[in-house]
């Protein structure tokens, strides 16, 4: 049996349905802002545990995938970005969930980043330097492709692949 008949909307958030294994695979755009040789991130707390994603989210009908990313950096964070090119994609599988993870360049930034309550769980907004990136955990879980990112600036691998993510529940 092979891949049931894909449904994407504006081929931007996908459900790609898989007719064999019965799953959804879910595309999430996020950014990647480096600043002082220092990350944006979203710190977020699950059972007491630390987690620090990169700024992103979910896709309404009829957005493009750059729209999608603008919109939630707007939204979550109170700021207006520019959105450059996509730098790395990696893949996610936790608990039966499927991710392909689009991380684009955000080359710009417009205001200060400030965490709005209304739209996000997230508890604040830290800045991981390179040592930083290598131990925190992110979502996803490239840590130190990001380091090397900071370091040499051009990625040298920009599909990582399938991704080990520890799941917080």
Request: aromatic fraction near 6%; charge should be negative.
């Amino acid at each position: 049996m092979g891949r049931a008949k894909t449904t994407l909307h504006c081929g931007v958030w996908a459900k790609v349905q898989n007719a064999k294994l019965g799953g959804i695979m879910i595309i999430r755009p996020a950014g990647i802002y480096i600043e002082n040789d220092k990350l944006l991130t979203m710190r977020y707390q699950y059972s007491g545990k630390d987690r620090y994603n990169l700024p992103g989210g979910n896709h309404e009908d009829g957005e493009e995938i750059r729209a999608v990313l603008a919109r939630e950096f707007t939204e979550e964070l109170c700021v207006e970005v520019t959105v450059g090119d996509l730098l790395f994609t990696a893949e996610t599988l936790v608990e039966g969930r499927e991710v392909l993870h689009l991380l684009f360049d955000i080359t710009s930034i417009i205001g200060v980043p400030t965490i709005n309550i209304k739209e996000t769980t997230a508890i604040e907004l830290v800045w991981l330097g390179e040592k930083s990136l290598l131990n925190a955990s992110l979502y996803p879980a490239i840590g130190e492709n990001l380091a090397r990112l900071i370091s040499v600036s051009k990625p040298t691998n920009t599909h990582l692949g399938r991704i080990h993510q520890e799941w917080i529940a």
